[in-house]
């Protein structure tokens, strides 16, 4: 019975195939809902070859970078790993300015490489609102159309990164973006939703919770067992998700026109989101005496690897606006970095030491 039931398979498959109905196999790096920021701001970090090797020991098949580097770009060439790169805020008036400069820097650090499977370029990261704002729309176009230039449209999309505080508003259906973001963002968010590419948002609980003294740990570390804000219908018990639907409800509020009516719903822009930074530290402290932080708190590993193994364990499950959406997400850190400037904290984002070993264990799907 086995012979013929392998037979029987084996006969459908095939018919499956003439027929065309047979859908491609999934990219596994595309079905994996987390990755990790590979940082490099540090003088003792092992070289990108090991990194790599790492990498896919620990089964993440989802990698930031938060610039071009040469070194690090051929080690993960034909991985497997897919990469999300930032074109670094320094190089954002050029490539506004000059469409010229976008096909090179497309050529140089995307076409130069083609054995990364590269998934989505960020253009700027943060810079909204502020005094290159105003670059960010402009240089997005010029990169995006270079990408379609190249004949990589289909493959890589081309977004920009934004910090939760670009948004206002409470609970989370009532998010907006703030009045000095409105500018900026609306246009954006227009272009992304015409181009079908997702806004990317770094969301950090952790710093939601020392700046706020209302906001428990429990709350903060997914591990509250009751619902904390009651929104209508929808109802939460992590803070990551209220961040993430107070920025998915202000996308919501941007009109788009001639969008597409999808689900019978109006021209509101129903962009995904991905979250290219969220992570907690698990050294140093907040001294409650700083300007932003309104409690004392000592980060701890135990905290820490709460917090990042909920994550990882969470967002493929979406959200309450959106459930069943994954939020793709990449974890901060990949390595503590000791050349990072500000408050320790900063130089203890890390999964890993820079020997490679881990401050604490994280498994990912």
């Not at 580097?69 to 999300?84: H, P, Y």
């Not at 500018?183 to 948002?201: D, E, N, S, W, Y």
């Not at 109006?266 to 050294?283: C, F, L, M, Q």
């Amino acid at each position: 019975m086995a012979g013929l039931r392998g037979s029987l398979y084996f006969t459908m498959l095939v018919t499956l195939v003439l027929l065309g109905l047979l859908s491609a196999a999934p990219n596994v790096a595309e079905a994996q809902a987390v990755g990790v920021c590979y940082g490099m701001n540090g003088n003792d970090l092992p070289q990108p070859s090991a990194v790599v090797g790492l990498l896919q020991s620990k089964n993440i098949r989802k990698v930031r970078l938060f610039e071009p580097n040469r070194a690090a770009l051929q080690a993960l060439g034909s991985s497997g790993i897919e990469v999300n790169l930032a074109v670094p805020n320094t190089e954002l008036q050029n490539i506004a300015n000059d469409p010229s400069t976008a096909g090179s820097w497309v050529a140089t650090n995307i076409q130069a490489y083609p054995a990364v499977t590269f998934g989505s370029i960020t253009v700027g990261s943060e810079l909204i609102p502020g005094d290159q704002a105003h670059l960010v729309l402009p240089a997005m176009q010029n990169i995006y159309n270079s990408i379609q230039g190249a004949g990589l449209g289909a493959q890589i999309k081309v977004s920009t990164v934004v910090s939760t505080s670009v948004t206002t508003g409470f609970p989370p259906s009532a998010g907006v973006f703030t009045p000095e973001a409105m500018p900026f963002m609306v246009p954006i968010v227009q272009f992304l939703a015409r181009t079908g590419a997702p806004l990317m948002v770094t969301v950090y609980p952790y710093f939601a919770y020392v700046q706020n003294d209302v906001i428990g740990l429990d709350y903060a570390l997914f591990t509250a067992n009751y619902d904390v804000v009651t929104d209508g219908d929808l109802r939460y018990r992590n803070l990551f998700d209220a961040m993430v639907d107070t920025v998915y409800s202000a996308n919501e509020k941007v009109d788009v026109p001639g969008l597409q009516r999808v689900d019978g719903l109006d021209s509101a822009a129903r962009i995904p989101i991905k979250v290219t930074e969220s992570g907690w530290p698990s050294r140093g402290s907040s001294s409650g005496s700083a300007a932003a932080d309104a409690k004392v708190y000592e980060a701890t590993v135990s905290d820490a690897s709460t917090y990042n193994q909920n994550l990882v364990n969470h967002v493929a499950q979406g959200t309450p606006k959106r459930p069943g959406t994954s939020v793709d997400t990449y974890v901060f850190a990949l390595f503590n970095e000791n050349l990072k400037p500000g408050a320790e904290i900063e130089r203890n984002f890390g999964l890993f030491y820079p020997n490679m070993q881990p401050v604490y264990n994280i498994n990912f799907p």
